[in-house]
């Protein structure tokens, strides 16, 4: 039996799920049902030590009922965190900031079992915040389930979206404006009422995430339905959009974009497009900052880096960017996948019609080839990547090795409904799946070092095509290797009041108090850090150099930055704007 065969030292840490009252945890249950959870985080782990972990009481059901991936042996969980009473209660999981609810993914399809960490991980590279993630290895009812992947849920907190908290009695004045997170979501074609917050003008779902339906008040949903109808309403009676920046965060978008372009991600502008919005500030002297529509945190990578619904080789032919929309949603080679879309969003949208048509701005273009330039000669430059897929690569070895055992399905084409070789325990085991699904998977290779080196060689390949449209010559080294990341010690301002189960210390989150605005031939850098800020061309030479202290610093731009293309440093790490 598989139990046996890993009863074993692990590297990787191990989490142990127990339904309680022998209840069959399967994509048949709706709501959350009652468990328990331990979990062991040492340099090594043996699941002879279990019971020396501390137990919490958790909910959990298979996430995405409804969704493709439930139907899959080997599911996405959503857990939640509760005491005695049934109150929620945050909890540090692997070294995590604290919270009450988390999701187990389980790589199925994406046999590399690294697209998502991949995917949320350039994001970060950017400077903005992504979900953070680990993998571990899963038992549930002492049956082994494989490596999965913990992923931080998207909500509203200061180690995740630090939106201002909205309360219910927020209905005027700045204090209305802000902090909404919100998905545009067209692929669930009737999510429930509870989820739905409303449709737009161009009449495309907005699921409300922050505040939640049940939650928000009568002005509060009016004011963001009608922020985005207002945007929306500049590309309509033959207007050309003008003034959407008022509006978007440009430089939010211009990332959002070129990340999901990027890593070919089939399901980017069709589903789980989170967006957020500040509260607008007004100063002292009465000047008020507006806060604007940013795009991210993204979500979901598993159909990403060509990991689609057509059998793939690496032998097979490059699509060109001409590539009709049915070709292109087969194999997201070489095209722009927005552009493919934004053809085919009439009559039935996917997104709205604003976050398509930015695209076709010059302005908006310019800043995207800009803002290329400066991730790849960095923090997405191909040495860059190539370090942290080596990272990940050694890290995972091992652990693949036991997968794979666990979940025979290499060298083979995965879909819905597939056989689980040792079914969950408490289930009906006599029962079999209705639904057998598109063969998902584009590559299949016999080995689990094949499906992660297709990941790598996709992924370059997109970046050379990407360089080629966007009139870009990677330098040789990288400028920069990492953007400036923040390190509150969390666990202290926390106090003794949050559970903490085994963790590593290596938690940080990258601060969205570190940044630089341009302004004329002005730069105002706000920092909470302090220390040397440089501006450096895309090849390393440093332009301009100079100490500045923590707060707001207000410099000119040096006449030999001037007229050039720059990165902004500060210690070494890339800044954002």
């Known amino acids: 039996m598989a139990t046996a065969i890993f009863a074993q030292t692990y590297d990787l840490p191990i989490i142990f799920v127990d339904t309680k009252y022998h209840q069959c945890l399967d994509n048949k249950i709706i709501e959350k049902i009652p468990a328990t959870i331990r979990v062991l985080d040492g340099k090594t782990n043996n699941v002879a030590d279990s019971s020396k972990a501390t ?53 199925y399809v994406d046999k590399s079992m690294v697209r998502n960490s991949f995917g949320h991980w350039l994001f970060r590279q950017t400077g903005r915040y992504s979900p953070r993630t680990k993998h571990f290895d899963l038992y549930i009812n002492g049956v082994y389930r494989g ?33 909404y997170i919100w998905t545009y979501d067209n692929n669930d074609p009737s999510p429930s009422e509870t989820e739905l917050g409303f449709k737009t003008s161009d009449g495309v779902n907005v699921i409300l995430r ?54 070919q991600n089939i399901d980017t502008y069709a589903t789980n497009i989170f967006m957020y919005k500040q509260k607008n500030k007004t100063d002292d002297q009465g000047n008020k900052t507006v806060g604007k529509i940013t795009l991210g945190p993204p979500w979901n990578f598993y159909l990403a ?29 070489n095209i722009w996948i927005i552009e493919k879309i934004c053809a085919n969003i009439n009559p039935s949208p996917l997104a709205p ?42 890290y ?27 079914p969950m325990k408490y289930c009906d085991s006599t029962s079999k799946f209705t639904i057998l699904g598109t063969a998902v998977g584009g590559y299949n290779a016999d080995t689990w070092e094949g499906e992660f080196e297709h990941v790598r060689m ?21 400028v920069v290797f990492e953007p400036i990341i923040h390190e509150p010690d969390w666990r202290a301002e926390m106090g003794d009041t949050i559970p903490k189960p085994l963790y590593v210390d290596d938690f940080s989150r990258l601060s969205p108090t570190n940044f630089f605005a341009v302004n004329g031939d002005h730069i105002d850098v706000q920092t909470t850090l302090g220390g040397t800020f440089a501006l450096l061309d895309l090849n390393g030479s440093v332009l301009y150099k100079t100490r500045i202290k923590a707060g707001l610093t207000t410099l000119k731009i040096p006449t030999k930055a001037r007229n050039k293309h720059w990165i902004a440093t500060l210690n070494g790490k890339m800044m954002n704007r």
């Open 55 to 107: 137990p919490y009481e958790i909910g959990i059901k298979v996430r995405g009922r409804g969704r493709s991936s439930s139907n899959f042996p080997k599911p996405n969980y959503t857990i939640e965190f509760h005491d005695s009473t049934d109150k929620d209660i945050n909890v540090s999981l692997l070294g995590l900031p604290p919270s009450d609810d988390w999701v187990l993914h389980g790589p």
């Open 147 to 179: 490596i999965y992947v913990l992923i931080e849920r998207i909500k509203r907190g200061k180690y995740r979206v630090n939106v201002s908290k909205l309360k219910e009695a927020d209905i005027e004045g700045d204090n209305l404006t802000g902090g």
């Open 210 to 263: 922050y505040p939640k339906k049940d939650k928000i008040a009568k002005e509060q949903e009016e004011y963001i339905q009608n922020y985005l109808n207002e945007l929306e309403a500049l590309y309509k009676g033959g207007k050309n959009g003008s003034g959407y920046e008022n509006y978007v965060d440009v430089a939010s978008a211009v990332d959002y974009i070129l990340l999901e372009e990027l890593t």
């Open 305 to 333: 880096f060509n990991n689609n619904f057509k059998p793939d080789s690496s032998n097979d032919p490059i699509y060109a960017w001409e590539s009709s929309l049915s070709d292109s949603r087969n194999q997201f080679d």
């Open 353 to 394: 019609k604003w976050f398509f048509e930015i695209w076709k701005d010059s302005i908006f273009q310019i800043e995207l080839s800009k803002r290329w330039a400066e991730l790849r000669s960095g923090v997405w430059h191909t040495k860059t990547i190539d370090a942290y897929l080596d990272s990940m690569k050694t």
């Open 396 to 422: 995972l070895g091992n652990a693949a090795d036991r997968n794979f055992r666990r979940w025979p399905n290499l060298g083979k084409t995965s879909r819905m409904g597939d056989a689980d070789p040792e």
């Open 458 to 478: 996709k992924m370059k390949e997109k970046m050379k095509w990407m360089d080629e449209q966007l009139g870009f010559t990677e330098p040789a080294s990288p």
